[in-house]
């Protein structure tokens, strides 16, 4: 579902934002539209968004589990 998919770029983007990802600044708009065309080709089913959102949460975890080690 679309509200699915949007969910699941919402969470990309954060996460991709405070890792810094959409650098340099002059190029973070261009890279965000590419990762929104990929992750909105058609097909995608309930369970792929999902697992994908899955993915995208253990990563998250993992870098909060990261930054807590150093503190």
């Not at 080709?41 to 309930?46: D, F, Q, R, V």
Request: net charge positive; aromatic share 6%.
């Amino acid at each position: 579902p679309q509200e699915e998919l949007e969910g699941l770029i919402v969470h990309c983007e954060h996460l991709l934002e405070t890792g810094n990802y959409f650098w340099p600044p002059e190029r973070a708009e261009a890279t965000r539209l590419t990762m929104r065309s990929v992750l909105t080709k058609p097909g995608w089913t309930a369970d792929e968004v999902r697992t994908m959102r899955g993915m995208i949460r253990t990563m998250g975890d993992v870098r909060r589990k990261r930054v807590q080690k150093t503190d």
